[in-house]
């Protein structure tokens, strides 16, 4: 409004200079009538041109008028966000080539049993490494590697000293009987190592490489099993290869999926979350949203808190000895860092859900607290955690526990209609694999690497135009069947062996169909880059903590 009656004053200048100036001589005459039209034609230009556009990373979002979401900036076309999910809002909860495909782990008949491949006085001991999800890894694979060693496994050890510093055993979270049983015909497990006549036997301690294939173990540790009768595996997370045959993989399955059962404490209450929730609303979805203090310092990305941020990020960063600085530009680039609670809540927005959809949030401490998960809330106020629907009475045997809470959250997130990830973290992975093997729920994983650009050039575009590129960029991460080639990425995110298309179908059809319809993942989408920073993100895998 100033810039108008500014220049309409000077319009209203040259008009007067024009009309009641003294008569000059011809050349005069020209030259002011030539100053008074250029005049003329610039104040036009300027009254009736848009402002300049503004770019920010994060804007706040607020209501106009009841009916939808504004960024607050001052430019022509406003980027609004709708309440409303769009045509897309009654798609949103189902996988269309699910029906096809099922969860298949049983062994094949010239798999060995138990007990034909176990040998006597062979005892493998595993001491797993960092949270509950990136131990889970350990005691499936520790079953595998018992196999192939033909030893007896004794209940794994859980990490207790780590980052975490939980006290809990494998019988306070995993209900041990049921492992045991469960996985009886294939592996014999003891609680504890026996005595020979008066002596226990002590355990040789070592550790295998990372990947470690079948023959790596028998030739690594085999010998050694044979001599001392009992070994012990440090730090084992992620120790074996993702290379192994297709009984070996199915033995992986049955154990994750059928063998690890939460004890009766945990699947009760986490039972009531979902209860609670299911009260509220038929459909509702579970977000990972993965944006502690921790997590974003060992990401070595920014959000624009300035000195305060990189003071208290850089604090907690120092805790892991071999972490060299990071770009943080290049770091968001590369798809490496976690999107901001408002980047989800636009996403799922863009994707078709609408304001009246409920989300349950598994996280812990947010950085930044109310004022980070603000925006997020106003997109979607339907909004739970464990502390919302749950007293603090209830959850008392868990709260000072924090493998208990997260296995409460992962009860809560597999049965969710929706999981969304924020990064390819172990929780992640280890609940994208279960998904998939359990009905193809909707899994969405945001591909990080095309969104970050996409974000920042927002306030650019419509929200039309930024929805749909949304929705472009998200093919190949919506948890469909066959996003992703047979053996890439971790086997437990991606279960290929133990997945199965059904038999009255068309199998090369519903293949094509599913690529056609989803896209497929190509090798760049998740090469090795992505592969190397989903081994590190916020693990202990390699990095001693101080």
């Given at each position: ?6 220049f309409?004053?000077?319009?209203q200048?040259?008009?007067h200079t024009?009309?009641?100036?003294r ?5 005069h ?9 250029f ?18 990373l ?9 009916t939808?979401f504004?960024?607050?900036l ?38 060995p049993?138990a ?11 595993i001491?797993?490494?960092?949270g ?23 209940v ?9 510093k939980?006290?809990?055993?494998f ?12 996985i ?5 497990i ?8 008066d002596k ?8 295998v490489?990372r990947?470690c ?15 001392k ?10 120790r ?8 070996m ?10 063998a ?31 944006f502690?203090?921790d ?36 770091e ?19 994707l ?5 959809v ?19 809330k ?21 709260s ?6 997260a ?18 973290g ?12 359990f009905?193809h ?21 419509t ?12 093919i190949?991460?919506m ?7 047979p ?8 279960p290929t ?13 519903a293949?094509?169909?599913?690529r ?14 992505e ?12 990095l001693?903590?101080?």
């Amino acid at each position: 409004m100033k810039k108008r009656k500014l220049f309409l004053g000077i319009f209203q200048i040259i008009l007067h200079t024009l009309l009641f100036r003294r008569r000059k001589r011809p050349i005069h005459r020209f030259l002011t009538l030539a100053s008074a039209l250029f005049g003329a034609i610039l104040f036009f230009i300027l009254f009736f041109s848009p402002p300049i556009h503004q770019h920010h990373l994060i804007n706040p979002i607020s209501f106009i008028n009841g009916t939808g979401f504004h960024m607050n900036l001052q430019q022509q076309h406003v980027f609004r966000v709708p309440m409303g999910g769009g045509s897309l809002s009654g798609d949103v909860w189902i996988s269309k080539q699910s029906k096809f495909y099922h969860g298949c782990s049983d062994s094949s008949n010239n798999f060995p049993t138990a007990e034909v491949n176990t040998h006597p006085n062979r005892y493998l001991m595993i001491a797993t490494s960092g949270g509950l999800n990136q131990q889970r890894t350990g005691i499936v694979d520790a079953v595998v590697a018992a196999h192939i060693l033909n030893a007896i496994l004794v209940v794994p050890k859980l990490d207790q000293k780590s980052y975490w510093k939980d006290s809990s055993n494998f019988s306070e979270i995993f209900d041990v009987d049921w492992f045991i049983s469960r996985i009886s015909k294939d592996v014999k497990i003891i609680r504890d190592l026996p005595r020979i006549g008066d002596k226990i036997i002590t355990p040789y301690t070592t550790r295998v490489p990372r990947k470690c294939n079948a023959k790596c173990y028998q030739t690594r540790i085999l010998p050694i099993l044979k001599k001392k009768h009992a070994v012990q595996l440090t730090k084992f997370d992620y120790r074996l290869s993702n290379r192994l045959t297709t009984d070996m993989q199915k033995l992986r399955c049955r154990v994750n999926y059928h063998a690890l059962k939460f004890t009766d404490p945990i699947t009760e209450m986490g039972r009531k979350l979902v209860e609670r929730i299911r009260m509220k609303s038929k459909h509702f979805v579970a977000l990972h949203l993965r944006f502690e203090p921790d997590m974003l310092a060992f990401s070595g990305c920014y959000y624009g808190g300035g000195d305060k941020e990189r003071k208290e990020l850089g604090k907690i960063r120092k805790r892991w000895k071999t972490l060299h600085a990071r770009n943080p530009d290049k770091e968001r680039r590369n798809g490496k860092c976690p999107l901001t609670p408002e980047e989800i809540g636009l996403m799922l927005r863009a994707l078709g859900f609408g304001n009246d959809v409920h989300i349950y949030v598994a996280s812990g401490e947010i950085y930044g607290g109310e004022e980070t998960l603000a925006p997020l809330k106003a997109l979607f106020p339907n909004f739970y955690s464990k502390d919302t629907i749950a007293s603090k009475e209830e959850l008392a045997p868990f709260s000072s526990f924090s493998s208990r809470m997260a296995a409460l959250d992962f009860m809560v997130c597999d049965e969710s209609d929706v999981f969304v990830s924020n990064n390819n973290g172990n929780m992640a992975r280890m609940l994208a694999g279960r998904r998939r093997y359990f009905d193809h729920k909707p899994t969405i994983r945001p591909n990080a690497k095309k969104l970050n650009n996409l974000l920042l050039r927002r306030n650019n575009m419509t929200w039309e135009e930024f929805a749909s590129q949304i929705r472009t960029s998200q093919i190949g991460f919506m948890g469909e069947p066959m996003e992703v080639k047979p053996g890439r990425g971790e086997f437990h995110e991606n279960p290929t062996a133990c997945i199965c298309a059904d038999s009255e179908m068309d199998t090369g059809a519903a293949t094509i169909s599913a690529r056609r319809d989803m896209g497929e993942v190509t090798d760049g989408q998740v090469g090795e880059e992505e592969q190397e920073w989903s081994d590190t993100e916020y693990t202990e895998n390699e990095l001693e903590i101080q």
